[in-house]
């Protein structure tokens, strides 16, 4: 599992123990990251931005992306911002996932948000989205779910 924005490791250590010492995990994450993991899961200091999916290894069977900007108090650029974060992770996603694979990204829903949930209908058989119920009601947070990768030939 490849793990985007896994600082402080809270997700990381879960994969880690869901996959089990034959598994791999691999974080990354603008900062770095004190969360003891065992040997097979990792975090990276690295920019998603700067990563090369060739350094990442892979092919993973799950790609998740819990990034979210640093907010401004300006919505719509928050939004857009979020979006730009989604879009690169799938872009890593369509780079490392294995055929069949999974990607689940949260996103702050506005204009482009239709727009990032083509781009997952392009790659992947299904596309939900979710709403965790501990969300806040004001909260415009949601997360996409691609399930089924289908990579281009």
Do not use: C, N
């Not at 920019?47 to 090369?52: K, S, W």
């Not at 997952?120 to 709403?131: G, H, S």
């Amino acid at each position: 599992m490849l793990d985007l924005g896994a600082s402080p490791g809270s997700w990381t250590l879960y994969a880690a123990e869901r996959v089990g010492p034959t598994g791999r995990v691999l974080g990354i994450d603008l900062e770095a990251s004190e969360v003891a993991l065992p040997a097979h899961a990792e975090i990276r200091a690295l920019d998603a931005f700067e990563a090369d999916p060739e350094s990442l290894g892979g092919p993973f069977d799950l790609v998740i992306s819990d990034m979210a900007p640093k907010t401004s108090g300006q919505r719509h650029a928050d939004q857009y911002r979020s979006y730009e974060l989604v879009m690169r992770a799938l872009e890593l996603a369509k780079a490392v996932l294995a055929p069949g694979g999974a990607f689940v990204a949260k996103i702050f829903q506005g204009a482009e948000f239709e727009d990032a949930r083509d781009a997952l209908r392009a790659v992947f058989d299904k596309v939900r989205i979710i709403r965790p119920e501990a969300t806040r009601d004001e909260s415009y947070e949601v997360f996409l779910v691609g399930l089924g990768f289908r990579p281009s030939i």
